[in-house]
């Protein structure tokens, strides 16, 4: 131990020494803090932690350490460190180019502690030299892993979309992007089989991941056994919890002989949703979590975007919440009057609406239980799923699904990482990964909640305390009132 001791002392010294002679290396160290590295270890109390460039250099007792007075030292007595958070499910591209990821999205993921982000379907145009212009330096934001356009059938559900409508579109789509640097490949709803399969394919031979909803026409176990990596918003598994998938399926697609009303239309579909709720069966669903693990097909839930945006009900009251202050004039406007509309239905379907998010929760922490891997996303910017903080909910909701504090903090953590490929270098706190880290005033393992009370964010080496941290959403604040 003493050794041991001596050599982190010499390793400081050696640092400092350097810092001396080379202006640019840059050491910041944070004293006395409590450090929860999110391996699942137990805090460590009174650690200090030295970041060197962009990379965490030691790990110590505060006591076996000393600092000349060229580092940058934030005393870290009553704080905690955690690593980075990573929003598993964004779309930066969202709310108009180029300004939209630059001047709303981008700051307010920053500012929330987000130092990594995976766009799930976006430009490719905008997010190359975003990505770019991040890792030169030239801009302040999260490391991106991207999709670029979404595989889909015909119409697409969103834009920007590739459509695949048979095997020859699949291989020639998947190429080209796996050609311009994409991270992975997201799929969409309305794909056909034969395309989603021969896209599973394809991805394969390109040894690239493919992410993303499960599509209508295709069973939650049978997008897990054809490889899918991960699936979002829980497609397809609520349907595939019920003892009649099948039918459940047809009746979905059934096309009725004679024209039907709006209002017949909607009596079927409630129709439906009551008899997919109310046939969830337990056997169905342990089979389907079974499948999960054996494949090792990764969940991000999106609970936040479950509860705000597919199964609203109005106990979700956006008119007082400060933090429309941040969302741009236009979008908000968009937001209300979308979310004005979805509210406009009959307390039956209301009612629906609670058991279907009560039946998602069951299910996430049936996942968590049954050792499914799970991972924080947001969906960020669904209405009302505001960039940055939104994660800080999702994993309360975690939380509340039957997560432990640990088990949510890695979720955003530690478990994006192993799933990005990435453990080596970032998702925990370990000397020689990236300074990826933030400082809050409240233990977050006492409290989920705590995550939001950042008091500094480190993101690749570079720290923005708090008054930086208030400007950046002060800048985000005024382009919001402007646009
Ligand atoms: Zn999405």
């Known amino acids: 131990m003493r050794n041991r001791v001596a050599i982190a002392w010499l390793l400081v010294s050696a640092i400092l020494l350097c ?33 060197e460039n962009n990379r965490i250099v030691l790990i110590a007792p505060a006591n076996t350490l000393s600092f000349a007075s060229n580092a940058r030292v934030i005393d870290g007595t009553g704080k905690f460190l955690i690593p980075g958070f990573v929003d598993m499910h964004a779309h ?19 500012a929330n502690g987000i130092t990594s982000v995976r ?38 559900s969103f834009q920007p979309s590739l459509v695949v409508a048979n ?15 994409v991270d992975f490949i997201k799929v969409q709803s309305i794909l056909g089989r034969d395309a989603y399969f021969a896209i599973a394919a394809e991805c394969k031979r390109e040894h690239i991941p493919f992410v993303g909803h499960v599509p209508d026409r295709v069973t939650a176990a049978e ?27 047809r009746e979905q697609f059934f096309v009725p002989r004679r024209k039907k009303t709006p209002q017949q239309s909607r009596a079927r579909q409630l129709a439906w949703e009551r008899e997919l709720l109310r046939t969830q069966s337990a056997k169905f669903t342990a089979a389907l979590l079974e499948e999960f693990v054996h494949n090792q097909t990764w969940q991000v839930p999106t609970l936040i975007t479950l509860r705000n945006v597919a199964f609203p009900t109005p106990s979700q009251n956006f008119a007082k919440d400060t933090r429309t202050q941040f969302i741009p004039r236009q979008m908000l406007t968009g937001w209300q009057k979308e979310r004005a509309r979805e509210l406009k239905i009959s307390r039956e379907d209301m009612a629906l ?54 088990e949510a903090l890695q979720s955003a953590t530690r478990n994006p990482a192993e799933f990005l490929g990435k453990l080596e270098e970032q998702g925990t706190i370990e000397q020689g990964k990236f300074a990826d880290l ?46």
Do not use: W
Not at 92 to 110: K, M, Y
Not at 225 to 232: K, L, N, Y
């Open 92 to 110: 930066l591209t969202g709310a108009g180019e180029p300004d939209g990821s630059r001047n709303f999205i981008l700051p307010l993921l920053v």
């Open 19 to 51: 810092a001396c002679s080379h202006r640019k290396r840059n050491v910041l160290a944070i004293t006395h803090v409590t450090v929860i590295d999110a391996t699942g270890a137990a805090p460590r109390g009174d650690m200090t932690v030295v970041v």
């Open 353 to 406: 609406h609670e058991v279907g998010l009560q039946k998602s929760f069951e299910i996430v922490g049936k996942m968590n239980s049954t050792g499914v891997r799970l991972m924080a996303g947001t969906d960020t910017a669904a209405p009302f799923v505001f960039p940055g903080s939104s994660l800080h909910e999702e994993l309360a909701l975690l939380v509340q699904a039957g997560l432990t504090p640990m």
């Open 167 to 181: 095997a020859a579109d699949a291989q020639k789509d998947v190429h080209e992007l796996v050609q311009r640097g």
């Open 438 to 483: 933030l400082v809050l005033d409240s233990n977050p393992l006492e409290d989920i909640r705590n995550t939001q009370k950042i008091r500094a964010v480190i993101v690749r080496g570079k720290l923005l305390d708090r008054a930086a941290l208030d400007e950046m959403l002060g800048a985000v604040e005024k382009f919001a009132a402007a646009h």
């Open 223 to 249: 997008a897990s056994d054809a490889g899918q990596r991960s699936i979002e918003h829980l497609t397809g598994v609520l349907r595939a919890c019920s003892s009649h998938e099948k039918r459940l399926m």
């Open 119 to 156: 766009d799930m379907g976006g430009y490719l145009e905008s997010l190359e030299p975003l990505r770019k212009e991040i890792r030169e330096g030239k801009r302040v934001g999260p490391e991106i892993f991207f999709a670029g356009p979404y595989l889909d059938g015909n119409p697409p």
